[in-house]
């Protein structure tokens, strides 16, 4: 293993030292063109731009985005709720991403796409600044913190070939990027955002920046908190965060960053369909809880060899703590949590602890050189990463109606998982000539995981440890993208990239008694393939059409055998997605007048998704069938009216009807777990009104129709049962800059 990393690294410097390093090539202006080729700093893309949406250039830092389905969403721009996390209005231009509504004011965005499970979007690989900040990215890959989108500059989100330069995933790459105070003109400045709204809801962002010759800061403090549309969901939430960087001189720059967050939720649990029919809004759990404790260091190096030749270096760790208690029956939420009768209390409450220790390295460079008479680029990059993961669950609880996470007596479980990785990929841009681009890729993965400790405690109070599972292997991925300019300003772009995602640390923590782990369990394998045309008319018309397809192999089920006996967990079969992209944005006052003061946008987003398990698939029950939580159908329009400060947003949100497991159950069971999740349409006002550049009002209202429905059914926590989504409500805000 140590011997192909140092022969990956000897090929990457290699090439670095051999290259011919450009110091003349082009800068375009993303407001009027679709790509850019070189960016000095990555945090200037999106300034100067109006739109909220645009396409990323075909290089940002150091990375490559050429020939890839990228989209890139500038938060100063987006006309939607922001306090609240409204991710079906932030993301309303990005085609067909699903997006699960179960949660108060936003604390915990769970989206995905092509049919993939939107689950804390653990199908992609989310990052903060470039870095890792979910649980574990590879054995536990949920995102339990999002950061507060009133301090997000833009998100990026790169779908397809992604995987060569990100890692395991499927869906892609989500990445947010955070206010650093470089955007700042003056040494000092402060910023207040205050927003009250529907069911308690209070916010107060503030925030401190400035920018000098040699340094510039940012730094906020974010409190928010409400009762939630629904009984027993009240929350709250705090997050900090500070960034300072030093310039050395005008190449050199080092940037320390830390931020600390804390979230905790009552958890007002599931309903069956019957109940929801009645009353959305009531709550059969009044003692759950759920706590979220987050913190994420990093420090990022940057040189400027010159306006070319860049070179990045982030070193980041992510320390996160995950505790929950409630009352959760097997049987499901049709056991009502009331008073035992025996005892005149409650009963006790179960309560489930993790700790995420993880350590990482990522380390990018990027250069220009010249071959054949031609600009070309190449990147490559080296990662290392360590983590670990701390569960205990199945603790005895009290009995009291608060959050306590006091055990009784010992934890049943009590498992450690642990992950290494260590990863190698380069990538190229060959300029064919000066239409025509083609983009190799190549990455190799060192992976293990490991699983040890105690599974449960038998009747005679003996410990029963956990099977003796641990999986290193080692493989590579490649991809190849291209890229034909068709006219100025429009383009041809195409990729095929192979992606994986490892085995879960659920698949290693198999009870001895009742399963066993397949001793050739292996990763998910597979590969995304793009074919789309996106382009931009001057400043009036932009689009992006695309088709994909999305071969996931080797999906990780559990198969019972017909004879009895131990449930085998094995790699199941395959599923395959494939669908349409598409979006497109007009602007009639800018293409027939020339107006200062009016404006007008209108926007559709539209994604079709046909996913079906496919192929060899060993479970007999499933094959053919639609893969769980993949609507077909997922749309968004609307239009943005202004006139001078004011702006005026609609917007419409239309998801057609899923299965909510691989079954394709249509009729919902006694518990709600199983049963279709009807379609939903729902429709969004947002105003805004800025007195000046310093002083802005907004006001709008979510769900304006007050439509009932949900997003999800849960088997487990946090429902069990049929998640309702939030009816309507309103907010208003007053923001201010000094």
């Known amino acids: 293993m140590r011997t192909r990393i140092l022969l990956s690294l000897s090929l990457f410097c290699s090439l670095a030292a051999s290259a011919q390093v450009v110091t003349n090539t082009p800068f375009y ?40 389905k990228s989209s890139l969403i500038v938060l100063d721009n987006v006309q939607g709720n922001v306090v609240t996390n409204t991710m079906r209005q932030v993301l309303a231009k990005v085609p067909g991403i699903h997006v699960w509504e179960s949660d108060p004011s936003g604390i915990q965005i769970g989206i995905s796409a092509r049919g993939l499970s939107p689950n804390r979007s653990w199908e992609f690989n989310t990052r903060q600044n470039g870095y890792d900040i979910a649980a574990d990215p590879f054995g536990y890959p949920e995102a339990y913190y999002n950061p507060q989108l009133q301090a997000v500059q833009r998100i990026e989100i790169i779908r397809g070939q992604g995987s060569l330069q990100y890692g395991p995933q499927f869906g892609g ?248 990785n260590l990863a190698a990929f380069v990538e190229n841009i060959f300029r064919i000539n000066d239409r025509l681009s083609v983009i190799p890729g190549i990455r190799y993965e060192w992976l293990e995981g490991a699983a040890s400790g105690r599974n449960s405690i038998n009747a005679q109070g003996q410990d029963v440890i956990l099977q003796n599972v641990s999986r290193s292997r080692g493989f590579v991925l490649a991809g190849v993208g291209a890229e034909y300019d068709v006219t100025k300003g429009t383009e041809l772009y195409a990729n095929w990239s192979q992606a994986y995602r490892p085995i879960q640390f659920a698949n290693l923590q198999a009870p001895p008694t009742t399963d066993i782990v397949d001793p050739n369990l292996a990763d998910a394998r597979g590969y995304n393939l793009d074919l789309g045309y996106r382009g931009k008319v001057g400043n009036y018309l932009q689009w992006d059409v695309s088709a994909y397809r999305l071969q996931y192999n080797n999906r990780v089920g559990t198969i019972t055998p017909v ?36 404006d007008l946008i209108l926007f559709g987003s539209y994604g079709y998704t046909d996913a079906r398990y496919s192929g060899n698939h060993k479970d007999a029950t499933t094959k053919d069938k639609r893969v769980e939580n993949a609507p077909r159908n997922i749309f968004r329009g609307g239009i943005t009216a202004g006139y001078k400060g004011f702006l005026l947003t609609g917007q419409v949100s239309h998801v057609s009807d899923a299965y909510s497991d691989a079954n394709n159950t249509v009729l919902p069971t006694a518990n709600a777990n199983n049963g279709l999740i009807p379609a939903y349409t729902i429709t969004d006002l947002t105003a805004t009104y800025k007195f000046n550049s ?45």
Not at 705 to 718: C, I, K, L, S, V
Request: glycine share 10%; proline share 4%; aromatic share 14%.
């Open 29 to 68: 202006d993303d407001s009027t063109a679709p790509r850019t080729k070189n960016l000095p700093e990555i945090t200037i893309v999106g300034r100067g731009s109006k739109s909220d949406y645009q396409a990323l250039p075909e290089i940002v830092g150091t990375s490559i985005y050429a020939g890839k």
């Open 173 to 420: 790459m989500v990445n947010y990027i955070l206010r650093n105070g470089s955007e700042i003109t003056k040494p000092f400045e402060f910023e207040t955002q205050q927003t009250v709204g529907s069911n308690g809801l209070f916010n107060s962002y503030n925030a401190i920046g400035g920018n000098t010759e040699k340094v510039h800061y940012y730094a906020f403090f974010d409190h928010r908190n409400g009762d939630g549309w629904r009984q027993n969901s009240r929350y709250n939430s705090n997050s900090g965060f500070a960034t300072i960087t030093y310039k050395f001189n005008p190449k050199a720059s080092l940037t320390a960053e830390l931020m600390r967050y804390h979230m905790r939720s009552q958890q007002p649990g599931g309903l069956t369909d019957s109940l929801f029919k009645i009353d959305a809004q009531q709550s059969l759990r009044s003692r759950n809880w759920f706590d979220i404790t987050w913190t994420t260091p990093a420090l990022i190096f940057n040189y400027n060899f010159n306006a070319t030749t860049r070179w990045n270096t982030k070193l980041f760790a992510t320390i996160g703590d995950r505790n929950s208690v409630g009352f959760f029956p097997a049987a499901g939420i049709i056991v009502p949590d009331t008073i035992n009768a025996a005892t005149r209390e409650y009963n006790n409450r179960v309560i489930n602890l993790d700790q995420y220790r993880n350590y990482g390295l990522e380390s990018r460079f990027i250069t220009d050189y010249r071959l054949a008479g031609l600009n070309h680029t190449f990147s490559g990059g080296i990662r290392a990463y360590t983590g670990t993961t701390h569960r205990v669950a199945d603790g005895k609880g009290s009995t009291g109606t608060g959050y306590d996470v006091n055990v009784i007596g010992r934890y049943p479980r009590d498992v450690e998982f642990v992950s290494h």
């Open 563 to 598: 004879a009895g006996g131990p449930r085998l967990i094995t790699n199941v079969g395959a599923s395959t997605s494939k669908g349409i992209e598409s979006y497109i944005e007009f602007n009639p006052v800018r293409a027939f007048s020339q107006s200062r003061y009016a």
């Open 694 to 738: 310093n002083l802005n009002l907004k006001a709008g209202i979510n769900n304006l129709f007050d439509e009932r429905y949900f997003t999800r059914r849960a088997g487990g926590y946090p429902g069990p049962g049929s998640l309702p989504a939030d009816g309507r409500t309103f907010f208003v805000g007053v923001g201010a800059k000094f």
